[in-house]
């Protein structure tokens, strides 16, 4: 997914580095994760706080203020659980550009305060990711919004690889994508298998359930 790289407003770039003992003391870290932190980041960035006072937008509920965290890396790509636990030790959505030897790419996954318990949020699985783009890609003005939350909703739907039906919520695009992702892996391994199977009867029968996969693929995807 091709999405554009933002230039940020002089008003809202702190551009302060964040420990990374800090994110490990706010979250679960396993030795894993702790090794991920490591040997994948070289750098963790608060790059910007686009909020009322730095913005001029009026925060709303689910999105008071909206966070730019860039992230430095040591290899060519970041683990998803890295992503996470500073998604978990941060309490406000966040955009994240991972700056590497492959370009930039922008990331994020969607967040918004529990309904249970308004002090914690609840964070999405999946992570739309822009392609990597090059360093010297130029940068954009931020889109025209009435809010964040409006805001937050234009940069998260330009990460993601289909666009919102007639008045979807981003919250049901998100789940119907997410369906048409674990889909789409299941296609592939039946192509897999259908490719190693030797016998015709049972390639006939994996095609017509790969079939039934392509179908509710389409039907996920109009």
């Known amino acids: ?71 430095t890396l040591k290899g060519e790509d970041l683990h998803r659980d890295v992503l996470r636990a500073i998604d978990r030790a941060i309490p406000f959505p966040i955009l994240f550009e991972l700056h590497g030897v492959r370009g930039i790419r922008v990331t994020a996954a969607y967040k918004r305060p529990s309904q249970a318990d308004v002090s914690k949020w609840v964070l999405h699985d999946h992570y739309a990711s822009s392609d990597w783009l090059s360093a010297d890609t130029p940068r954009q003005p931020l889109p025209t919004s009435i809010d964040l939350k409006q805001l937050y909703q234009q940069l998260l739907r330009n990460l993601l690889p289909a666009p919102a039906r007639q008045g979807e919520a981003q919250p049901d695009q998100l789940e119907r994508l997410r369906a048409m992702e674990f889909l789409k892996k299941d296609a592939d391994k039946l192509e897999k298998r259908m490719r190693n199977e030797k016998q015709f009867n049972r390639k006939v029968e994996i095609n017509a359930e790969l079939r039934s996969i392509r179908e509710k693929i389409a039907a996920y995807d109009t």
């Open 1 to 71: 997914m091709t999405a554009p790289l933002y230039q940020y407003p002089a008003k809202t770039v702190l551009s302060r580095v964040v420990a990374k003992q800090r994110i490990l003391a706010h979250v679960r870290a396993s030795n894993r994760l702790r090794e991920r932190l490591r040997d994948e980041v070289g750098q963790i960035n608060w790059h910007a706080k686009l909020a009322h006072n730095t913005l001029n937008l009026p925060g709303t509920f689910d999105v008071p203020e909206l966070q730019v965290f860039v992230i």
